[in-house]
């Protein structure tokens, strides 16, 4: 079974940066497709980054331009680099395929302060 495990979320000022990492217990070139998702308090958990074996990513419109996402084949870790961080950030960011085939992680918890 594959299992996932992301980190390095945190408490973060507005306007700051961090970089979250996803480490898979498997090889992640099996999916093609491979994604971060946020669920904000309160809200259901919702697709925000994807990007492909080819390296072809892919944005909602509400962190373009402010987060990029990258995978590391080679070490089964996908990344998602988040700079100018906003209140509206804040809530637990999970990783897995586009569409989600593996059993969920636990999340990092990201905490934007204003």
């Known amino acids: 079974q594959v299992q996932l495990v992301e980190s390095g979320g945190g408490l973060v000022q507005a306007g700051g940066s961090l970089r979250l990492s996803c480490a898979a217990s498997?090889?992640?070139?099996?999916?093609?497709?491979m994604a971060w998702y946020h669920q904000a308090p309160g809200k259901r958990r919702e697709l925000v980054a994807h990007?492909?074996?080819?390296?072809?990513?892919n944005y909602v419109d509400s962190i373009k331009g402010r987060f990029a996402i990258s995978r590391d084949n080679a070490k089964n870790t996908v990344y998602l680099h988040m700079n100018n961080l906003k209140a509206e950030d804040t809530g637990v960011y999970y990783c897995?395929?586009?569409?989600?085939?593996?059993?969920w992680g636990p999340g990092t918890q990201v905490i934007v302060s204003s």
């Open positions: 897995n395929s586009a569409p989600s085939s593996a059993a």
């Open positions: 990007i492909t074996n080819g390296g072809f990513t």
């Open positions: 498997v090889n992640i070139f099996r999916f093609q497709v």
